[in-house]
């Protein structure tokens, strides 16, 4: 899927990698897929969701050589991360952000910024990668509406964090757990209106893909899955280029 003329990025939730009790059982068989799809892409940012044991994440590690990353710090299993091609990427900074809203973020899922600098052979740029994975629609109806409202803040927390710094480049990537025709939870608005509507300055390239009916994941119908880039990064996407990828056509 990769060419060598391009920045090529994907985001995945691989659902409790490396946890033996909750996710997919056989954890030798999860991990020899979850490599073969990253070698197989040949891209060169990988947002990756649930990474969710520390033997997982150097296992990973080991076995893609061309790759470097990132990994969350904080106090939950289900760790978020980036990996990056070591060829094109030089890591200058990484951090959680937004720390005072917490609880906005799944209760200390704070967003993973990466700044890296990029290399294409031709020029030296500098792009922030942030990871997410925002607060789940699970439990009762009054849990599911909580969440939902979670998730609108935590994505307004975020507008309000790149308003304040329009002149970089930034590309968030990751498991918004969330729709941005209408929202999963009772059809109600996006939770992510306030960044949808803000088109001066921000881009999702997943949204083509939630209008044409498609999904990211295997158990839902929606995409639930996003990437957006702001008002800087916007002229470098490459018109019609996103997709979903579906693994889950040739991995049981």
Same mark, same amino acid.
């Given at each position: +899927?990769? %060419?060598?003329?391009?920045?090529?990025?994907?985001?995945?939730?691989?659902?409790?990698?490396?946890?033996?009790? !909750? *996710?997919?059982?056989?954890?030798?068989?999860?991990?020899?897929?979850?490599?073969?799809?990253?070698? *197989?892409?040949?891209?060169?940012?990988?947002?990756?969701?649930? +990474?969710?044991?520390?033997?997982?994440?150097?296992?990973?590690?080991?076995?893609?050589?061309?790759?470097?990353?990132?990994?969350?710090?904080?106090?939950?299993?289900?760790?978020?991360?980036?990996?990056?091609? @070591?060829?094109?990427?030089? +890591?200058?900074?990484?951090?959680?952000?937004?720390?005072?809203?917490?609880?906005?973020?799944?209760?200390?899922?704070?967003?993973?910024?990466?700044?890296?600098?990029?290399? %294409? *052979?031709?020029? @030296?740029?500098?792009?922030?990668?942030?990871?997410?994975?925002?607060?789940?629609?699970? *439990?009762?109806?009054?849990?599911?509406?909580?969440? !939902?409202?979670?998730?609108?803040?935590?994505?307004?927390?975020?507008?309000? !964090?790149?308003?304040?710094? @329009?002149?970089? @480049? =930034?590309?968030?990537?990751?498991?918004?757990?969330?729709?941005?025709?209408?929202?999963?939870?009772?059809?109600?608005?996006?939770?992510?209106?306030?960044?949808?509507?803000?088109?001066?300055?921000?881009? =999702?390239?997943?949204?083509?893909? $939630?209008?044409?009916?498609?999904?990211?994941?295997?158990?839902?119908?929606?995409?639930?899955?996003?990437?957006?880039?702001?008002?800087?990064?916007?002229?470098?996407? +490459?018109?019609?280029?996103?997709?979903?990828?579906?693994?889950?056509?040739?991995? $049981?």
């Amino acid at each position: +899927v990769g %060419t060598d003329t391009t920045v090529d990025v994907a985001c995945w939730n691989t659902e409790w990698l490396g946890d033996a009790q !909750y *996710g997919p059982s056989n954890e030798v068989t999860q991990m020899k897929n979850v490599v073969a799809v990253i070698k *197989g892409m040949n891209l060169d940012l990988w947002g990756m969701c649930e +990474v969710s044991s520390p033997a997982a994440w150097d296992t990973l590690r080991a076995r893609l050589p061309d790759y470097a990353g990132e990994i969350s710090t904080w106090s939950q299993t289900q760790k978020t991360a980036l990996l990056y091609r @070591k060829s094109m990427f030089r +890591v200058l900074n990484a951090q959680h952000i937004l720390a005072v809203y917490e609880r906005e973020f799944a209760s200390g899922r704070l967003p993973l910024e990466v700044m890296l600098e990029v290399s %294409t *052979g031709v020029k @030296k740029d500098t792009i922030y990668a942030i990871v997410l994975h925002l607060k789940a629609n699970t *439990g009762t109806t009054a849990e599911k509406a909580e969440s !939902y409202d979670i998730r609108k803040r935590s994505s307004e927390a975020l507008k309000d !964090y790149m308003d304040a710094r @329009k002149s970089r @480049k =930034f590309l968030v990537i990751g498991d918004w757990n969330d729709d941005l025709d209408v929202s999963i939870y009772n059809n109600l608005p996006t939770p992510f209106a306030r960044i949808l509507t803000d088109t001066a300055q921000y881009f =999702f390239p997943s949204r083509a893909l $939630t209008l044409s009916g498609q999904r990211s994941t295997t158990s839902f119908s929606n995409m639930i899955d996003h990437q957006m880039v702001n008002r800087s990064l916007r002229p470098y996407y +490459v018109a019609n280029s996103a997709a979903v990828f579906r693994a889950d056509t040739y991995i $049981t």
